[in-house]
């Protein structure tokens, strides 16, 4: 075994040797993997190697997709001892709401390249005459998704690497890591002897987490039991190797053909995990004891579909653990604060669908130092610090499992785990009548049920099913109180990173395309680029002091936003990050009544004169003080009010009291999300992200290009001096509720683009989206077509913001 290597691969299963090829493919052969058993012995061996591309992310169908040609170019090297079958998939639907979802995942899925097309039961039996045509109400066929032997198709690329100059050493086991003073990893540490090194991947599947805590990273993944069940093949109905794939998430069940025979697995209701603490070391290609009574339930609504079932005999059930992310997704990338580290992990049930993806993006990050694609939504520099409590984790991983065939609707919420994180004003919104949902372990109202005892909204969609929804009304009756009157909503959830020290200027510059040195209490709306001109964070910067700034971030992005400032912080410089978001309480207060709320509650000067927009500044509010800032995501006049957690009561009462005399009104996330698409306010991860730039977004006037070089001024320039293609736009429609983004935008029935976000304007009246659109389709009065549920529906291009566009409110 080598004693050094540019890079080492903990881990041989299909990640570990998919990165293993890709960086030897692209000329960096200084490589070792390192796997404690044989290669396969974790999660892979036991893999059912279904692939799809039958994605609603663009970033997921991208990894896909490219699996799948990866999977043909090899197969055409190889022929078919790959064990690679392009047999084609049909996605069953047997609920009618199933269809209707269905049918918004197609038009999603079109937007972003994929074929896949909405077929009729009766063609559906045409593809698969095994099945019974009961119940059946329709079907989604993608003809070039299949399935892979998983220890072919790794042993291959461990072959392949292996020809190009890596080695690759089995019944090795990692037993630490050595990172220097300035965080930097040197070597690994082996039974078998010590290997130096500036670069580890962590691609040790359920061991990933092991492995991460011998640097100090929290890897935040939890081994579920799954189940499949082979059978012999039923004798005169032998299934042909081009067999479909079929899925009926509605029963909870997927099979394929398996030499002849049926091979059939299923997504239980109660998931049980294994070993969530730490997979034992030596737990190498094992399995865990058959759980019958998990797996019946669901083979027996397998059998209604299925009804040759009756006549198969059973092999075996194999139940293997696979590890799962509290979101589902994967687990990628560098981590923040450490240099050489990155992670290759999560597969979980779309390990080997992504294989190839997966080891091309961790490649990029090595060799070129970004990824080709927007990976924010399995970055693993999304995990919060709130996710090293293991039981809150277990549950959320449980849940991901549990519903990844149940049909979710886009405003249900989890449920399982909760609650974990509470503002203080926690007790006065239950008082309220509060109907809290959850975002990044928080509790945040979606809107109040005056009159009502306060609850946690679950699967509560299923109650109006693909219809008007059942909160409409009152979300309604919030959002004009916010535009017309005066209204509360508790923003404590919202992140707070404090950057301070004598180099945090400096810092900050460097990463904001805004000019932050400001005077103090000066705001500044800006944005974080990666090289490529990509939007990583989007972010509200407020200067405490000389030395003292404050990056106010969305709820579920402090920890993506604080890992990319750690990642750019330089050793040796003065400044310190620190995320500050669970020591402060935060009321926001807006409405054109604002002001003569908070006259009534302070002895301060809060005129526009004295307190202009985008200012922040020191205030008293019965006696505590309160740092406010001027600014507000609803486009109404406004203030952020941060205080101490233990004042936080005091000053809610306080502010109620006064406000009564102007029917003050507290309101929730759902009314917020609908004032804000009205003012053409963009949420990052759907309007924005890492594949976005400000320029065609709309955010040039938060560019000041008078700044010395900030990261990705230089493609920006380029961006600028080419000209631009497209930009984002707003469209009006009538979806009859109908519009939650992704879906498919037509132009004389070619497909333009997706929509990025939507949500219905209550104050405009209207259904909006916000789109990328080329300029000569950008001109308010456009007429496009939105695919909505299987329709079109006409939707016109109008000017943003819709509300208030001169934004006379918000600096009045």
């Known amino acids: ?79 078919d001892n790959l064990g690679w079958h392009t047999v084609g998939s049909l996605r069953l639907a047997s609920s009618k709401d199933r269809l209707k979802s269905l049918r918004r995942e197609v038009s999603r899925a079109r937007a972003i390249g994929i074929e896949a097309q909405v077929i009729t039961p009766s063609e559906a039996l045409e ?43 089995t019944g090795v086991r990692v037993t630490d890591i050595k990172v220097d003073s300035k965080g930097q990893v040197t070597k690994v540490i ?43 093949p039923i004798p005169g109905h032998e299934l042909p190797p081009k067999t479909p794939v079929i899925r009926d998430p509605d029963k909870l069940f997927y099979c394929r053909e398996d030499v002849g025979s049926f091979l059939i697995g299923a997504f239980e209701t109660n998931p049980k995990q294994w070993s969530a603490k730490a997979v034992p070391w030596e737990f190498n290609q094992q399995l865990l004891p ?108 449980r ?22 994180r509470t503002s203080p004003f926690y007790p006065r919104l239950k008082e309220s009548g509060a109907v809290f949902g959850e975002k990044n372990g928080w509790e945040r109202v979606n809107y109040f049920e005056p009159g009502k005892s306060w609850r946690q909204a679950g699967y509560d969609q ?50 904001a395309i805004s000019n932050v040195d400001r005077p103090l209490g000066s705001l500044v709306y800006t944005q974080f680029l990666n090289e490529t001109a990509g939007i990583e964070s989007d972010v509200t910067v407020c200067r405490i002091a000389k030395d003292h700034f404050r990056i106010i971030s969305g709820t579920s992005f402090v920890s993506n936003d604080i890992g990319w400032i750690k990642m750019h ?48 500044k020191n205030i008293h509010i019965q006696g505590v003080n309160v740092w406010a800032q001027r600014v507000s995501y609803t486009g109404e006049l406004g203030w952020e009010l941060y205080m101490k957690n233990e004042d936080a009561l005091k000053v809610w009462d306080a502010i109620m009291d006064s406000g009564k005399q102007f029917d003050i009104t507290p309101i929730g996330y ?89 949500n219905h304007g209550y104050c405009a009246n209207t259904d909006i989206g916000l789109i990328y659109l080329p300029l000569e389709m950008s001109e308010p009065g456009t007429d496009l077509e939105v695919e909505v549920m299987g329709k079109l529906v006409k939707a016109k291009v109008v000017s943003m913001p819709i509300v208030d566009p001169n934004g006379k409110r918000i600096r009045a």
């Open 670 to 758: 759902k009314a917020l999300d609908g004032l804000r698409i009205e003012k053409g306010y963009l949420y990052w991860s759907g309007d924005i992200s890492p594949g976005d730039n400000p320029l065609e977004a709309g955010l040039g006037f938060c560019v000041d290009f008078t700044k010395d070089d900030f990261i990705g001024k230089d493609a920006l320039l380029k961006i600028r001096e080419k000209g631009l293609n497209k930009k984002l736009c707003g469209l009006t429609l009538d979806a009859d509720y109908l519009l939650f983004g992704g879906e498919s935008v037509y132009k004389e029935g070619r497909i333009v683009d997706r929509i990025r976000s939507s």
């Open 569 to 616: 912080a330089q050793m040796g410089k003065d400044v310190t990050i620190k995320d500050v978001t669970d020591e402060f309480a935060c009321l926001s207060l807006f409405g054109p009544n604002a002001r003569k709320v908070f006259e009534k509650v302070t002895f301060d000067d809060v005129s526009n004169k004295a307190f202009a927009y985008l200012t922040a």
């Open 1 to 79: 075994m080598r004693d050094q290597a540019k890079v080492v691969i903990i881990g041989g299963g299909v990640f570990g040797t998919s990165v293993a090829y890709h960086l030897a493919k692209a000329g960096c052969t200084d490589i070792v993997l390192l796997d404690k058993g044989e290669l396969t012995s974790g999660t892979t061996f036991h893999s059912v190697g279904l692939v799809s591309q039958f994605r609603t992310s663009p970033s997921l169908m991208k990894i896909m997709n490219y699996t799948i040609k990866l999977f043909n170019e090899l197969k055409k090297e190889v022929g």
């Open 127 to 169: 593809i698969a005459p095994f099945m019974s045509g009961e119940g059946l109400h329709g079907a989604v066929w993608v003809p070039d998704d299949g399935h892979i032997d998983p220890s072919s198709i790794t042993y291959e690329l461990a072959r392949q690497a292996k020809r190009l100059g890596a080695q690759i050493n």
């Open 290 to 397: 058959a759980e019958w009574d998990l797996f019946e339930p669901v083979m027996e609504m397998a059998m209604e579909r299925l009804p040759i079932l009756e006549q198969a005999e059973v092999i075996e059930l194999i139940n293997g653990p696979d590890a799962f992310t509290p979101d589902g997704h994967y687990a990628l990338g560098p981590v923040p604060g450490l240099k050489g580290f990155l992670v290759a992990a999560g597969g979980s049930i779309n390990g080997i669908a992504g294989a190839g993806g997966v080891g091309k993006l961790i490649c990029e990050w090595i060799l070129e130092g970004e990824p080709s694609i927007d990976t924010h939504e399995m970055n693993v520099r999304r995990f919060g610090p709130h996710l090293k409590n293991l039981d809150y984790v277990t549950q959320h991983c």
């Open 399 to 420: 849940e991901v499992y549990r519903n990844y065939y149940h049909l979710h609707f886009p405003n249900d919420e989890n449920v399982w785990g909760r609650p974990l």
């Open 190 to 232: 082996t039974d078998k002897g010590d290997i130096h090194t500036e670069c580890v991947v962590n691609a040790a599947g359920e061991w990933a987490p092991r492995i991460g805590a011998m640097v100090g990273v929290n890897i935040p993944m939890v081994p579920l039991m799954h189940q499949y069940l082979t059978t012999k």
């Open 462 to 511: 299923k109650n109006w099913g693909w219809g008007k929804p059942d909160f409409f009304d009152q979300v309604k009756t919030e959002a004009l109180a916010a535009r017309q009157n005066v209204a509360v909503l508790d923003m404590t959830s919202f992140g707070k990173i404090d950057v301070m020290g004598k180099d945090a200027l400096d810092l900050l510059q460097m990463l």
